[in-house]
T-cell receptor, first 114, second 108 residues
């Protein structure tokens, strides 16, 4: 299995621009998570989906952030408009929630907003 | 709120030494995982261990759920073990809460 695939690996953008991060979960996994990692706050859960349905988005920092999962093999996290404080590493992870199974992470997208 | 505390926050070892990392959690656990974040930022799943003991090569982990802690043992450490070790516990709602990590540096 190729694992969780995220793109792009790095993104540098100017303040005010729209940013879209992409994730392909492991085939057969029905839960997908978006995490953000910063030095100050560590790893924070932004949102997670079960069977393509958003279950908990309480970690999404504000309305500028949105996430979608149109099908079982693809999810996006969008920031519009982006701000310098959004600079972080964004991780996508997936697992099979039908029984207790480990969470598997993608390699992350390092976002820099200037 | 849900607490996941890790100790020590930083650890420096000579290559070949052994170490024990600790994770304390404040509530009952459905799932506990240990991850290694390598210097390139990748988060690697080490153990899924809600209870009991597991071993994988030079690494082993023990979770005592009734006493709300888990331990990660690293034996004969190597420079490639350097990085940050996270434990994360799952609530009943499928969410994983991460500790603040232990930063390990192994010196040749």
């Amino acid at each position: 299995d190729a694992g969780v695939i995220q793109s792009p690996r790095h993104e540098v953008t100017e303040m005010g621009q729209e940013v879209t991060l992409r994730c392909k979960p492991i085939s057969g996994h029905n839960s997908l998570f978006w995490y953000r990692q910063t030095m100050m706050r560590g790893l924070e859960l932004l949102i997670y989906f079960n069977n393509n349905v958003p279950i908990d988005d309480s970690g999404m920092p504000e309305d500028r952030f949105s996430a979608k999962m149109p099908n079982a093999s693809f999810s996006t996290l969008k920031i519009q408009p982006s701000e310098p404080r959004d600079s972080a590493v964004y991780f996508c992870a997936s697992r099979d929630s039908s029984y207790n199974s480990p969470l598997h992470f993608g390699n992350g997208t390092r976002l820099t907003v200037t | 709120g849900i607490q996941v505390e890790q100790s020590p926050p930083d650890l420096i070892l000579q290559e070949g030494a052994n170490s024990t990392l600790r994770c304390n959690f404040s509530d009952s656990v459905n799932n506990l995982q240990w991850f290694h974040q390598n210097p390139w930022g990748q988060l690697i799943n080490l153990f899924y261990i809600p209870s009991g003991t597991k071993q994988n090569g030079r690494l082993s982990a023990t979770t005592v759920a009734t006493e709300r802690y888990s331990l990660l043992y690293i034996s004969s450490s190597q420079t490639t073990d350097s990085g940050v070790y996270f434990c994360a516990r799952q609530t009943g709602a499928n969410n994983l809460f991460f500790g603040t990590g232990t930063r390990l540096t192994v010196i040749p």
